[in-house]
């Protein structure tokens, strides 16, 4: 019989290299799934924002409801979103994707909407004057001068997405939310501790990578700056 | 649908009201838990902020770590912290846990609020021979007080969706419902706690509203 190997692992330390090269498959896979939660959460909550602002911004009685019913999806603690869905999809990743739609859908509509109230009405006058229609209005000037305060919100609703991922561990889908589960439980201290700065990491890179995004999308915004 | 009256069902047995893990104990919990952390981090943050507000200085500091804030789970951080020698305080972590998530909304609503007032106004107070500290009790801070007071209700109502998440982790509160109905594979105790803790966030956030709409009345009474 071998001696137990006395290395980190064996040791549970909360920085252990052996972690992170026996378990990287673990990792890997956790972070992917992260990563695609997070990502397909946000891109339909964006499909179903964009068009949301739009009608609250052609018709203006809309604008309330709108608005009302976003805020209270808000207010639904995460862990009870998810339970709340729970009967309509069962344990699956659908159901953590759905909760945290709703949760992006208010940050997003706030934003896309504040930013098409923020178009001035002389460039929109101009536009029609230069003989725009509704529609090449809308996608041509409206939308693009909306572009920072909504990339603003998406920026918010993707890094809070990424760290309310983490309570879909409950279900089994929360990408690197489960190894914190799982860590827990076995009081398995390097897991923990490697899972969550993964997290942060991801969440500041994504926040990053938009901002990057922003910026290619507007150059205006810069050369006006000169 | 099917879930929906199983829930109530669950709700209106009185069985599951009463004892250690009836809705009672559980709202209990849930309701000391918020509001220690809320005053935990409102003790923290308000001062901080108000006095960076007050010399306009540390901006970006109290900006950022609002966002800093956003991208650290606070489900993360509970786990952390419980395997740390914390960890063997009953609610100590849950209670670090959910201070260090509701400081950053506080600090930045605090500190933008206090930047927001009339720099004319501030300078005519100045020219009126006030000091600082008159000035940041009688004239910043009175005009600051919506800003202020809107941290503190979406600290408050942050507080009671995230105080769900130390259920997780073995704390106490109304995610302990929600918990042991996953664990005990009943859909209808999963979504009649859910139920409950949203009414109970919904609840927080009309009574802010209502203070809200009763304040400026008071306002304009001490005038």
Redesign the interface.
């Known amino acids: 019989m071998t001696a137990p190997p006395d290395d980190c692992l064996a040791r549970n330390e909360w920085i252990c290299g052996e972690y992170l090269s026996t378990r990287r498959q673990i990792l890997l896979d956790a972070v992917v799934q992260h990563l695609q939660l997070t990502a397909v959460s946000v891109l339909v909550g964006l499909v179903i924002a964009v068009p949301l602002a739009v009608l609250a911004r052609r018709w203006g009685w809309a604008a309330g409801p709108v608005l009302a019913v976003t805020t ?1 999806l808000y ?7 998810f ?2 869905l ?2 309509v999809y069962g344990l699956s990743a659908t159901l953590v994707v759905s909760g945290l739609v709703l949760y992006s859908l208010t940050l997003l509509v706030r934003n896309i909407l504040a930013g098409l109230r923020a178009v001035p009405e002389e460039t929109r006058q101009a536009a029609r004057g230069m003989g725009y229609g509704p529609i090449r209005l809308l996608l041509t000037v409206e939308l693009p001068l909306a572009v920072p305060a909504s990339m603003a919100g998406l920026r ?1 609703a993707t ?2 997405a ?3 991922v ?2 879909g ?3 089994g889908f929360g990408g690197l ?1 489960n190894l ?2 799982a ?2 439980n076995t ?1 398995f ?1 390097a897991q ?2 490697t ?2 700065v993964l ?2 990491v991801i ?2 890179a994504a ?1 990053l990578l938009l901002l990057a995004v922003q910026r290619l999308l507007t150059p205006w915004t810069r050369a006006a700056r000169g | 649908m ?2 929906l009256t199983g829930a109530w069902d669950w709700l209106s047995d009185p069985a599951h009201w009463s004892g250690d893990d009836g809705v009672w104990h559980r709202l209990a919990q849930h309701l000391v838990l918020t509001v220690v952390c809320l005053v935990i981090s409102c003790l923290i943050a308000l001062p901080v902020a108000l006095v960076l507000g007050h010399l306009g200085r540390g901006g970006a500091l109290a900006v950022n770590i609002s ?1 800093i804030g ?8 509970l ?2 912290l ?2 740390t020698p914390l960890g063997k305080w009953g609610e100590g972590p849950t209670v670090v846990a959910l201070v260090l998530f509701a400081v950053p909304p506080l600090l930045t609503n605090a500190y933008v609020g206090m930047r927001e007032v009339d720099r004319s106004v501030v300078s005519s107070a100045r020219g009126m021979g006030m000091t600082g500290r008159q000035m940041l009790f009688h004239v910043e801070l009175p005009l600051s007080l919506p800003m202020v007071m809107n941290g503190v209700r979406i600290a408050a ?1 942050q507080l ?3 105080a ?2 130390a ?3 073995g704390g106490g509160g109304l ?1 302990r419902i ?2 042991a ?2 664990n005990l594979a009943s ?1 209808p105790q ?2 009649a ?3 409950l ?2 009414v109970f ?2 609840i927080v ?1 009309g009574i802010f509203e209502i203070a809200e709409r009763l304040a400026p009345r008071w306002a304009r009474g001490i005038r």
């Open positions: 209270i207010t639904i603690p995460s862990l009870a979103m339970s709340l729970l009967p918010i890094v809070s990424v760290s309310l983490t309570v561990a409950i279900v939310g914190i589960y860590g827990m009081y201290k923990v501790l899972a969550s997290c942060v969440a500041v926040d | 099917n879930a966002n956003r991208a650290v789970p606070t489900f993360a951080v786990v952390l419980l395997l109502v009671v969706a995230t769900t998440i259920a997780l982790a995610g929600i918990t109905g996953f859909t999963v979504v706690g859910a139920i803790v949203a966030a919904l956030e």
